[in-house]
């Protein structure tokens, strides 16, 4: 009786373990170093595939600055529009010494 009392938490106490780990291994998001280019920005937003990017395609950065980028103000960005647009500044990230 009392082995498997034993077995019970030590393995409570390995999944807990392993559960603390993982948490803390993504605990920070990683940034891509490289913003995506024009096309794979269409490619992952443009819904309906018409090449034109609506306000309710859009999010992040460009949701905010979408009337900025819709230059000739048809409530569409295009492609062309899209490469004229001044790009967000990046913030460095700071590496930490463990």
Do not use: W, Y
Not at 4 to 17: D, R, Y
Not at 32 to 54: C, I, T, W
């Amino acid at each position: 009786m009392n082995l498997i009392k034993f077995k019970k938490i030590a393995l409570i106490g390995v999944l807990a373990t392993l559960g603390t780990l993982s948490c803390t291994g993504q605990s920070r998001k990683e940034r891509p170093e490289n913003p995506p280019s024009v096309d794979e920005v269409f490619e992952h937003m443009d819904a309906n595939e018409d090449g034109l990017l609506s306000k309710k395609e859009v999010r992040g950065p460009l949701k905010h600055d979408f009337d900025k980028i819709d230059e000739n103000e048809d409530g569409f960005i295009s492609k062309e529009e899209l490469e004229k647009a001044p790009k967000p500044k990046r913030k460095k990230p700071q590496n930490r010494e463990r």
